[in-house]
């Protein structure tokens, strides 16, 4: 009996040197599953800051814009038109056609019983009262050295300002009101020998010419 234990607890050294000394397979060693990160090892967050609309925002954040209006320099005049238009009024003084400036027209009056004035030029025909002010009244035939015009019912007192005063210009016809352009008006002719000096100057439209009044000099005493 003591033998057939020897021999059996022989058996079971030798088949645990042999487990001992076999080569042992790989541990492989546990994969780690797919999900979230464990918190120790994820990056650190960045925090963004969303886009700022204002002056300081990137060239992508500019929407487009209409084109800047060009505004004039300081101390600088506004640019004017090339061209403007003039408005003047046209008249008749014998067979010639004359104009001056809507804008230097008070207004239009009849004829009228006008007060003589003593020691003045032939070519005041003398004053009239208009809203209480005493109106000098000019006949513009003698002044610009003219044959007499028509005076009758159809004649007409252009009251103009000229800057100082109003004064009455009696021409024989008002023959209405006429639109050009301001380069339309070119200097009045050399050859010119009656009332040169008071013209400012013509205007050609639609075959006639005009001669355009120097209103300063023509109503200067």
């Known amino acids: 009996m003591d033998i057939l234990k020897a021999r059996k607890k022989a058996a079971e050294r030798k088949e645990l040197r042999l487990k001992e000394e076999a080569p042992q397979p790989p541990v492989e060693k546990p994969t780690q599953e797919a999900g979230p990160v464990p918190v120790m090892e994820m990056a650190p967050a960045v925090a963004v800051q969303a886009p700022v609309a204002g002056p300081s925002a990137g060239p992508s954040e500019i929407l487009p814009t209409e084109a800047p209006v060009a505004e004039a320099a300081p101390g600088e005049a506004p640019a004017e038109p090339e061209a403007t238009e003039q408005e003047l009024l046209t008249f008749r003084l014998g067979e010639e056609a004359y104009a001056v400036l809507v804008n230097d027209v008070r207004e239009v009056l009849k004829t009228r019983?006008?007060?003589?004035?003593?020691?003045?030029?032939?070519?005041?025909?003398?004053?009239?009262?208009?809203?209480?002010?005493?109106l000098p009244v000019i006949d513009l035939c003698p002044r610009l050295g003219l044959a007499p015009g028509v005076r009758d019912e159809k004649s007409r007192i252009i009251v103009v300002n000229t800057g100082e005063e109003?004064?009455?210009?009696?021409?024989?016809?008002?023959?209405?009101?006429?639109?050009?352009?301001?380069?339309?008006?070119?200097?009045?002719?050399?050859?010119?020998?009656?009332?040169?000096?008071?013209?400012r100057g013509i205007i050609r439209q639609d075959d006639v010419l005009y001669i355009l009044l120097d209103l300063e000099k023509a109503t200067r005493k």
Do not use: F, H, K, W
């Open 166 to 199: 109003d004064v009455g210009l009696v021409v024989d016809r008002v023959t209405g009101v006429l639109r050009v352009s301001a380069d339309a008006i070119r200097p009045a002719p050399e050859n010119i020998e009656q009332g040169a000096e008071y013209l």
């Open 113 to 134: 019983e006008l007060t003589p004035v003593p020691n003045t030029p032939a070519y005041i025909l003398g004053v009239t009262s208009l809203r209480g002010a005493m």
